[in-house]
Nanobody, 128 residues
Framework: QVQLVESGGGLVQPGGSLSLTCVSSGFTLGLYGVGWFRQAPGKKREAISC????????EYADSVKGRFIISRGSDKKTVILEMNDLRHEDTAVYYC?????????????????????WGQGTQVSVSA
């Protein structure tokens, strides 16, 4: 079955850390650009990070820059989002998505550009 699955969400205190993993099945995630997105209740979906197919380019939204790190697993089937210094405003459902038409060194912080596969999301809650 072809799918994309996020994991690693949970409840964490402010200032804490979580590591989210995006895993592909039925296709090789390492062949595609990957983005991470989040949506909080009542808010628009926000693109927060992306990584190009060859991992040469990573992008971060200003809201997470300096706190989040995106990387690819050596197995070519995972993309990891390491989240540090978490804040209340980071509370949201986090999604990963792929796009198979990007050049190898390209990714973009625009959810509309990711039309290959989307995962179902994982909840991240930041609260004391």
């Amino acid at each position: 079955q072809v799918q994309l699955v996020e994991s690693g969400g949970g409840l964490v205190q402010p200032g804490g850390s979580l590591s989210l993993t995006c895993v592909s099945s039925g296709f090789t995630l390492g062949l595609y650009g990957v983005g991470w997105f989040r949506q909080a209740p009542g808010k628009k979906r926000e693109a927060i990070s992306c990584i190009s197919q060859n991992a040469a380019l990573t992008e971060y939204a200003d809201s997470v820059k300096g706190r989040f790190i995106i990387s690819r697993g050596s197995d070519k089937k995972t993309v990891i989002l390491e989240m540090n210094d978490l804040r209340h405003e980071d509370t949201a459902v986090y999604y990963c998505a792929t796009e198979n038409r990007f050049p190898r060194g390209f990714c973009v912080l625009d959810a509309e550009r990711y039309q290959h596969y989307w995962g179902q999301g994982t909840q991240v809650s930041v609260s004391a």
